[in-house]
């Protein structure tokens, strides 16, 4: 049996959640089969603050020597589940950390590559969650907080290595939205979960990602 390691953050800038630890934490210790595959599901807290979120995502890794990875964020204004495909070597950070640092034209490692892709098979993953009736798409930027910290972090570890990984940014949580009362986008996590699910056994089963362009997924 696989195992898959999912993560999420801890609440930041003031909010009481984070959808994001709320969805993964949903679905720990789930055992998901496709086909002839089967994986568990392991979760994991990171904390959102440049100096920790790494070492805390190195100590998932050595713990639960996963075979994919998937890591998880909060991106308010968007409306519909995104998987990333690429992370940059930068940490440019509108607001603090949750220690109150707000790095400014930084490298997350200063030897490391301009950039990491995604090494999972994300259109796939799109189609199977637009499938189940969940708004999914391709997401060109992963931004310059901790989000795209851990997802550059995770792809230069996992780089050379058969274990596969990447990052899915997720919208609000509704309560958020009523609490913010901003009128930003919210998705359930009932939504969410279902859409996780699809996306993940798409992982499990795809080793080979969908060649159409992002228009032609359905």
Not at 13 to 34: F, I, R
Not at 99 to 121: E, I, K, R
Request: charged share 15%.
């Amino acid at each position: 049996m696989k195992t898959m390691l999912l993560t999420g953050f801890e609440p930041f800038d003031g909010e009481p959640v984070n959808p994001s630890w709320e969805l993964v934490k949903a679905l720990d210790g789930t055992l998901v089969t496709q086909g002839d595959h089967q994986a568990r599901l392991v979760a994991v807290q990171l904390p959102c603050v440049f100096s920790r979120s790494l070492a805390a995502l190195d100590a998932a890794l050595q713990q639960h020597q996963p075979d994919i990875v998937l890591a998880v964020g909060q991106a308010g204004g968007r409306s519909d589940l995104t998987l990333e495909r690429v992370a940059i070597n930068l940490m440019d950070a509108r607001i603090p950390d949750n220690d109150g640092a707000q790095p400014v034209d930084v490298p997350v490692l200063p030897a490391g590559p301009a950039a990491y892709f995604s090494t999972l098979p994300i259109k796939a993953m799109v189609a199977a969650m637009r499938a189940a009736g969940v708004p999914a798409s391709v997401s060109q930027t992963a931004g310059s907080f901790v989000c795209n910290q851990v997802f550059y972090g995770l792809q230069h570890r996992l780089a050379g290595s058969e274990v596969r990984g990447g990052f899915l940014h997720i919208p609000y949580l509704p309560e958020q939205v009523a609490r913010l009362a901003n009128g930003a986008p919210s998705c359930s996590l009932e939504t969410m979960t279902h859409g996780l699910l699809a996306a993940l056994l798409a992982a499990l089963a795809t080793q080979t990602d969908l060649a159409v362009t992002e228009g032609a997924l359905h």
